[in-house]
């Protein structure tokens, strides 16, 4: 079954860290996607940038609306996601636990939808 790890963190923390912090969090999380790979786990993964380039979109009234900003007024923001292949839920939310990220943030595990006649 498919999976998406849906990672959080609060916006600031990245200011928080140093340079050398920086690069360990991104070599880190590289090698943890490499070593998902490797087994077969790993659809995609990817880094989002700031909350601050972020549009909303949505249809009122047959018109197109667009805001700055996310959806929701949050202390964390979606910062990114993996897309994984996960034989139960139980392993599903074990790969979560090793994504570097959810030291410092939050990963919320969902099942993905297969919408029938797809």
């Known amino acids: 079954m ?3 790890c ?3 963190l609060e916006e600031g923390v990245f200011g928080t860290l140093s340079p050398e912090q920086k690069e360990k969090l991104d070599a880190d999380s590289l090698a943890y996607d490499r070593q998902l790979e490797a ?3 790993l659809i995609v993964a990817e880094a989002l ?3 601050n380039t972020a549009r909303t979109v949505m249809r009122r009234s047959g018109k197109g609306l667009v805001t700055d900003g996310p959806f929701a007024e949050t202390k964390e ?5 993996v897309m994984i292949q996960a034989e139960s839920e139980e392993e599903a939310l074990e790969i979560a ?3 570097p990220l959810a030291a410092m943030g939050k990963v919320e595990v969902r099942p993905i939808y297969d919408i029938p006649g797809s």
């Open 2 to 4: 498919k999976y998406v």
């Open 77 to 81: 923001h979606l910062i990114g996601f």
């Open 39 to 41: 087994k077969g786990k």
């Open 49 to 51: 940038q700031s909350v």
């Open 97 to 99: 636990s090793h994504i």
């Open 6 to 8: 849906l990672v959080y």
